[in-house]
């Protein structure tokens, strides 16, 4: 079974906070990708990558970038927390010939 | 670019009744995908359809994808209190770049 982990289930930052989020895959996944839902936008592609050191913007990569040195582990990073970055934070791992995604348990991130 | 259109946004039933997703793409896609999530819980793959006019049956649930290969639907037969939770479209475009739905989230009446 596919395994995608996330450091953390429930996070509360302040605003101006640098926020790491982690997330490790242990199925050798070439891909790996950030979403954040909200509800009723559904998924929203932050930025993803397909090998290591390697990095692709999304559809909303603004106050994000994105760390890629392990092929097993993917990071999101918020430079400077702000309110509007408040949201459900999900990874997700493929391989490299399949395009099924198969998503971490999410991290749910406030920032006051 | 490219836009995945799903309606309802939210669907309330009757146990027992019937329940249809539909998803709806702006380019035709290489294939579309269906995930379902449990409220607190996260995307879970369910199906992959690649073909044109593609119908696939798990049990309860009935996927299609159309002809043109920009829309596809979800039919839940007889629904159960356990099939609650959002369901997800996800269209395969350009670049293999997955873009998902925004979601219809499903709830029952017992």
């Known amino acids: 079974d596919v395994k995608v982990t996330q450091s953390s289930r429930y996070l509360v930052k302040r605003t101006g906070e640098k926020v790491f989020l982690e997330c490790v895959q242990d199925m050798d996944h070439e891909n790996m990708f950030w979403y954040r839902q909200d509800p009723g936008l559904g998924l929203r592609l932050i930025y993803f990558s397909y090998d290591v050191k390697m990095k692709e913007k999304g559809d909303i990569p603004e106050g994000y970038s994105v760390s890629r040195e392990k092929k097993e582990r993917f990071s999101l990073i918020l430079e400077s927390a702000s309110t509007n970055q408040t949201s459900m934070y999900l990874c997700?791992?493929?391989?490299?010939?399949?395009?099924?995604?198969?998503f971490g348990p999410g991290t749910r991130l406030l920032v006051l | 670019g490219q836009q995945v259109m799903q309606i309802p946004q939210y669907q309330h039933v009757q146990e027992g009744e019937d329940f249809t997703t539909y998803c709806n793409s702006s380019?035709?896609?290489?294939?579309i995908q269906w995930y379902k999530q449990r409220p607190g819980g996260h995307p879970v793959f369910l199906i992959q359809l690649v073909k044109s006019g593609e119908v696939k049956k798990q049990k309860r649930l009935t996927f299609q994808f159309g002809e043109a290969k920009k829309n596809s639907s979800l039919h839940i037969t007889a629904t159960q209190t356990t099939d609650v939770g959002t369901y997800f479209c996800?269209?395969?475009?350009?670049?293999?770049?997955?873009?998902f739905g925004s979601g219809t989230r499903l709830s029952i009446r017992p």
């Open positions: 997700a791992s493929s391989s490299s010939g399949g395009e099924t995604q198969y």
């Open positions: 996800a269209g395969a475009g350009s670049a293999s770049k997955i873009i």
């Open positions: 380019t035709t896609l290489s294939n």
